[in-house]
């Protein structure tokens, strides 16, 4: 039996929008990410907008509603290369944590048959289900942005408190995480956020590795297809230059960071 049956004798459901599999940037190894629909924030630059479309709106790639059993068949065809790669499963969005119970019963699933997870949230979640989540997944991948209230305001439609304080409360908690970065060029890449986002790390008890997320040209094409109304204009993507002069802030506060 899987486990939403032994809990409750019905199916667990949950609103998937894509499974990707062999996943080599959503965590350590091969992965399978698994993406949830719904995020309670809408950053200019969301690589991901049809997680937040109405229903009904055409994008090609409607979100399905699974079972557990469903996801997890998916999961399990390709545990051999968790287990050669040191991989496993990420669960995405949108906002994984909009669904905690289907979220909770994929992640009981996953340990009990030794499948590593990992959950990537934007952090603009109560506390009561990150308590509930945070010991059944073996990675938090924790999305910071911008550090100034305002500019977060702006850009996500959300100021950034609950985000700050959730990230602070996980790591107080001793939870494995990665803070990601991603990088839009004129938006969260200025020196002044990220000298901001470098000395927030610094100042945690303990210090997350940070993961730098250069911006995705293919973001443009994307908005254009589902006919979205692209804020952000025209961007070009950063030189290697660039690159390493965003790490370097970084590792002045002698951070473990990675592009
Ligand atoms: S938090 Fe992530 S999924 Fe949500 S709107 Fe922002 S970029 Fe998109």
């Not at 630059?45 to 997890?72: F, I, Y």
């Not at 906002?95 to 699933?109: D, K, S, V």
């Not at 990537?120 to 990675?139: A, H, K, N, Y």
């Not at 254009?224 to 690159?243: F, V, Y």
Request: charged content about 20%.
């Amino acid at each position: 039996l899987y486990l939403e049956e032994f809990h409750t004798g019905q199916p667990v459901t949950g609103q998937v929008f894509d499974i990707k599999k062999f996943a080599i940037h959503d965590g350590p190894g091969i992965r399978t990410t698994v993406f949830l629909t719904g995020c309670p924030l809408a950053c200019w630059w969301c690589h991901n907008p049809e997680c937040n479309l109405p229903n009904g709106q055409d994008t090609k790639q409607s979100a399905k509603k699974m079972t557990v059993r469903q996801v997890m068949t998916e999961i399990e065809k390709d545990f051999l290369f968790y287990d050669e790669s040191g991989g496993g499963v990420t669960f995405s969005g949108g906002e994984p944590m909009l669904q905690p119970e289907f979220l909770e019963q994929m992640l009981e699933n996953c340990r009990n048959r030794g499948i590593q997870t990992a959950v990537d949230t934007s952090g603009q979640v109560e506390w009561d289900d990150i308590e509930r989540i945070g010991p059944l997944t073996d990675l938090w991948l924790y999305d910071l942005k911008l550090i100034d209230p305002n500019q977060h305001l702006e850009y996500t439609g959300i100021t950034n408190s609950l985000i700050v304080d959730n990230l602070t409360r996980i790591v107080d908690n001793g939870w494995n995480v990665r803070i990601r970065v991603p990088l839009i060029p004129g938006y969260t890449d200025t020196v002044e956020n990220l000298e901001a986002l470098a000395a927030f790390v610094h100042g945690l008890p303990v210090q997350p590795p940070v993961d730098l997320l250069p911006f995705n040209l293919f973001y443009s094409s994307k908005y254009e297809r589902l006919k979205i109304e692209n804020k952000l204009g025209k961007l070009t993507s950063h030189t290697p230059d660039q690159l390493a002069a965003c790490k370097a802030i970084f590792e002045t506060q002698s951070l473990e960071v990675k592009v």
